[in-house]
T-cell receptor
Framework: KNQVEQSPQSLIILEGKNCTLQ??????????LRWYKQDTGRGPVSLTI?????NTKSNGRYTATLDADTKQSSLHITASQLSDSASYIC?????????????FGRGTQLTVWP | EADIYQTPRYLVIGTGKKITLECSQT?????MYWYQQDPGMELHLIHY???????EKGDLSSESTVSRIRTEHFPLTLESARPSHTSQYLC?????????????FGPGTRLTVT
């Protein structure tokens, strides 16, 4: 069964600190992995996308890593800001269908305190 | 910021009422999607469209229906709302299907059925 598991479920950090969010998946055959940021009451916004051959991808203070062998990904946030408070969702796409179906994790709810 | 819009943003309605959630995009995308998301849970695909006059059901069974008469417009209708329909509904669009195509999400409609 294709699944995407994220940990931790929620996380509280102080402003300026770094944090790392985890994503494990069983989606096969794998196509790509995306990290989305979803602010409360808003739709998800893409942060990074990585294909099978990419190990790391950065977008400002966000750095995503991918280990396709162990089927794990992480999202590292550097020097956190209050505006980073949001849900971070790991999304994996398979290449076994024309639709390019997306499998969503439940997200990690990050809260940044001043 | 993606050019995809949803109205209303919030809706509280009584059981048995007919409702239509509006979704429109100005990017000229052929492919559009409706997702349902409960708090703390993953997004589930309930409908998608290949293009005008083409609609398909997604992974999650839904009593809602959709139509695609114009490229830019993809409304979702519930003929008789029930409390079990209470959820957040997210509309998305992409240039094409397939693995590398980015899905752009609207801000969502939070529906509460009393």
């Amino acid at each position: 069964k294709n699944q995407v598991e994220q940990s931790p479920q929620s996380l509280i950090i102080l402003e300026g600190k770094n944090c790392t969010l985890q994503c494990n998946y069983t989606v096969s055959p794998f196509s790509n992995l995306r990290w989305y940021k979803q602010d409360t009451g808003r739709g998800p916004v893409s942060l990074t996308i990585m294909t099978f051959s990419e190990n790391t991808k950065s977008n400002g203070r966000y750095t995503a890593t991918l280990d396709a062998d162990t089927k794990q990904s992480s999202l590292h946030i550097t020097a956190s800001q209050l505006s980073d408070s949001a849900s971070y969702i790991c999304v994996v796409s398979d290449r076994g269908s024309t639709l390019g179906r997306l499998y969503f994790g439940r997200g990690t709810q990050l809260t940044v305190w001043p | 910021e993606a050019d995809i819009y949803q109205t209303p943003r919030y809706l509280v309605i009584g059981t048995g009422k007919k409702i239509t959630l509006e979704c429109s995009q100005t990017m000229g995308h052929d492919k559009m999607y409706w997702y349902q998301q409960d708090p703390g849970m993953e997004l589930h695909l309930i409908h998608y469209s290949y293009g005008v006059n083409s609609t398909e059901k997604g992974d999650l069974s839904s009593e809602s229906t959709v139509s695609r008469i114009r490229t830019e417009h993809f409304p979702l209708t519930l003929e008789s709302a029930r409390p079990s329909h209470t959820s957040q509904y997210l509309c998305a669009s992409s240039e094409d299907f397939g693995r590398a195509n980015e899905q752009y999400f609207g801000p969502g409609t939070r529906l509460t059925v009393t």
